[in-house]
């Protein structure tokens, strides 16, 4: 199985594949902010760096980033993984590269989950979230609906409407997104690592393209 590097707009269902990948295959989830939280809460050498950095308002510098994804990959010894949250820039994506050589790391594919912003926005305007468990639902998609309205299938916890899923937050963000992503894709592209899906509502549709891009078993 391959590995993959997963970039996605806001609402793409980023979250919901890479939780079938690691339930039915074994993927371990990387994501850099969880990274940063367990280096700090570990007091690592580059959790004190990067604690210093955000404690003066700054962004964490690529190269403590590198370290922390360096650290990452050898703790998940030949593992498929999943690369959620990075690269976020092209500098980062070709430190990436250089580090995935170093660590003689090949069979990785980057997927790009190709949402257009009207969709988007849709899935977005309709989305509630578990106030107790954190669970997400949506009311515009027959697929992700709650059983019952307003009540978690999971935990039985309100379903609310988080406060930045609204119309101009999430255009702003979008955009943000794609503005900052495009050289990152082109990058890719170029070097013919990059797959390009196209979601619909039906998660376990995309899945199973998901699956046949990474050779899943």
Known sequence: MKSVIFIAPPAAGKGTQSSILMENYGYTHISTGDMLREEISNNTSLGVK???????????????????????????????????????????????????????????????????????LKRTLGRVTCTKCGASFNLNNPDCMPKVKGICDNCQGELVVREDDNEESFRNRFETFINNTKPIVDYYKEHNNLAIIEPNNDKMVVATMIKDILNCE
């Open 50 to 120: 990067a604690n210093e950095i955000m404690a003066k308002g700054g962004l964490v510098d690529d190269e403590i980033i590198i370290g922390m994804v360096e650290n990452k990959l050898n703790s998940v010894k030949g593992k498929p993984f999943i690369l959620d949250g990075f690269p976020r820039t092209l500098n980062q994506a070709k430190a990436l590269d250089s580090l995935l050589a170093k660590l003689n790391i090949e069979d990785i594919k980057v997927i790009y989950i190709d949402l257009d912003l009207e969709t988007a």
